[in-house]
């Protein structure tokens, strides 16, 4: 006659575990988007000019060898019309990034954001401007307080020396605001 006790064995319902499962993201696929829907977005402001830069996100380096007029147009992860005051860095997604830390110590993917696109407004001499969209939430646009000289909002947020302001507020700014003259 065998012993058998229930703590013998241990069943793992592996079932359950599937089904808890998040899926896994595909970040490019993701930002491929995010770019994809500013670009439209921006397009439906200004009209045509602005479509995703090719390679964005790794572009730089295959880039670089460029005559300085391409690199303008391919700085950043969208190429704008010649005369737009902007680069624009586009992010999409990044749920984790919490807006209260904001007022601790800062974020520091956010900064790498802005270090993004100060870089890429750098080398092709426009004003730096970082899109960014969690799922879910409206379109935030980072930019320079220096860059809005007497601009006010009824909503934003001082990050550092950025102004955050929902895109759609910053959109309904004048033309001459965006372009060149």
């Known amino acids: 006659m065998s012993n058998t006790n229930n703590e013998d064995f241990f069943v793992d319902d592996v079932l359950s575990d599937m089904k808890n499962k998040k899926k896994k993201v595909d970040g490019k696929r993701k930002g491929n ?7 439209k977005v921006l397009n439906d402001r200004f009209g045509t000019g602005f479509s995703r830069s090719i390679g964005s996100g790794n572009r730089w380096s295959q880039t670089s060898h460029l005559p300085k ?3 303008d147009v391919f700085s950043g992860d969208l190429v704008c019309p010649q005369n737009f005051s902007f680069c624009i860095e586009s992010k999409g997604g990044y749920d984790d990034i919490d807006v209260h830390g ?3 110590e800062g974020n520091s993917q956010i900064d790498e954001f802005i270090k993004q696109a100060e ?3 750098e080398r092709c001499g426009r004003k730096p401007l970082l899109i960014w969209k969690k799922n879910r939430k409206p379109y935030l646009a980072f930019i ?3 860059d809005l000289p007497h601009k006010k909002f009824n909503y934003y947020m ?5 102004i955050i302001v929902n895109l759609e507020e910053l959109l309904k700014l004048e033309d001459g605001f965006f372009f060149i003259n």
């Open 69 to 71: 007029h391409a690199q």
């Open 158 to 162: 001082n990050y550092k020396n950025y």
């Open 33 to 39: 988007r995010t770019e994809r829907n500013v670009v």
């Open 102 to 104: 904001f007022f601790n």
């Open 144 to 146: 320079k307080e220096s």
């Open 119 to 121: 870089l890429d407004s």
